[in-house]
């Protein structure tokens, strides 16, 4: 993710208007699933400190999207010393603005980074903790929040989030910790901003793109499986697509999803349930049907999808029958004129609120 930014972040550094932005959160850890051992429902406390920049229109793309920031902050959550103790993240974000006046807007903001969770699960020093299974962690926030203007500098900044820490899945245990809270703060902007400095589209969002395409896409992931301390398993990917384009900041689409997972493979050779390596082979195999939505964002994107299982003697021992999907894409410049349009993508994939794998994915759309 943070790889992804510094790719996307020169399309937004060239605006002029920078600012630093500090919150403070009070929330509570959700108790998400009845398997979690770990202490949630009480009071906790968390702060973070950003630095912001914000669009003025440089690109077309940014006018027809109202003007988005794009920024970083470092984050700390007090979890409680009986849900992990604390986190610390660095969480590349886009906020993007759903309503807007003279003095009043409010944003949807999307992040996710990298977080550091100072007691995962250990099975000698902390066996009784089953949230997170590791240090290092993916940190992933929806945000929705105002911001009112209090001078030509200063914003007052509250709203509501939603914060998940989990591996992916990479080391056992791995059910994660959810955050809901609210928040407050204050937003100092270098620079005084005026109605002038905001420059208009000079072309329109619905002309210029093609409405039917398509997308095709491999991708890797690592997991474990059953067993707590143990081994990691490849997960291979892959999936196609057919997309209608509404106009040139989202689509939609519908498509199949192919998995290999190595590490259900191995298992299955060791069930009753399989007779052979060809049976595993097959109930290893995960087949389904997705719809997707895609935002765009200039050269990036970001897309939520929601799938399905089907097929018969495959999906052996998926978790639940449906999934969700996050993807963060980079594409390659529209400026290089190619037949089929390169990118490169991260995925976090869940069942219900449950992280699966963290997958780093590359293809073509056309």
């Not at 699960?121 to 590791?134: E, F, K, R, T, V």
């Not at 299982?309 to 999934?323: I, R, S």
């Amino acid at each position: 993710w943070v790889l992804l930014f510094g790719l996307c972040s020169n399309q937004y550094m060239s605006a002029q208007q920078i600012s630093l932005e500090s919150s403070v959160y009070y929330g509570k850890v959700w108790r998400h699933t009845p398997k979690l051992k770990t202490q949630s429902g009480e009071g906790l406390l968390g702060q973070e400190l950003a630095i912001r920049v914000q669009t003025l229109g440089k690109r077309d793309w940014q006018a027809w999207q109202r003007y988005p920031s794009l920024g970083a902050c470092l984050a700390h959550f007090e979890l409680g010393k009986g849900s992990h103790n604390r986190a610390f993240g660095l969480l590349p974000w886009l906020n993007v603005p759903v309503l807007s006046s003279n003095w009043l807007r409010i944003n949807f903001r999307l992040g996710t980074g990298l977080a550091w969770v100072s007691n995962p699960y250990d099975w000698w020093n902390n066996p009784d903790q089953n949230a997170i299974g590791s240090h290092w962690n993916n940190m992933t926030q929806f945000r929705l929040g105002a911001e009112a203007v209090l001078s030509s500098r200063v914003r007052l900044i509250a709203g509501g989030s939603f914060t998940h820490f989990s591996n992916g899945g990479v080391s056992l245990p791995n059910y994660g910790v959810n955050v809901i809270s609210g928040w407050l703060g204050a937003c100092w902007a270098f620079k005084q901003a005026s109605r002038e400095d905001y420059k208009p589209a000079l072309s329109s969002r619905k002309k210029g793109y093609r409405k039917f395409g398509g997308l095709f896409q491999g991708g890797y992931a690592s997991a474990q499986i059953a067993t707590l301390d143990g081994p990691k398993y490849p997960i291979w990917l892959g999936s196609g697509s057919l997309f209608y384009q509404f106009n040139r900041l989202h689509r939609a689409s519908i498509g199949l999803d192919y998995e290999q997972n190595s590490a259900i493979y191995t298992w299955s050779l060791h069930s009753a349930l399989f007779n052979n390596e060809s049976a595993a082979k097959k109930g290893s195999t995960r087949l389904s049907v997705f719809i997707g939505e895609e935002f765009l964002f200039g050269d990036l994107s970001i897309q939520l999808q929601a799938g399905k299982y089907l097929g018969k003697n495959v999906n052996a021992f998926v978790p639940k029958k449906l999934y969700s999907k996050l993807s963060l894409r980079w594409y390659a410049p529209e400026q290089i004129k190619l037949p089929l349009r390169p990118f490169i993508g991260v995925t976090l994939k869940a069942h219900a609120f449950t992280a699966e794998y963290i997958a780093w994915n590359t293809g073509m759309s056309f």
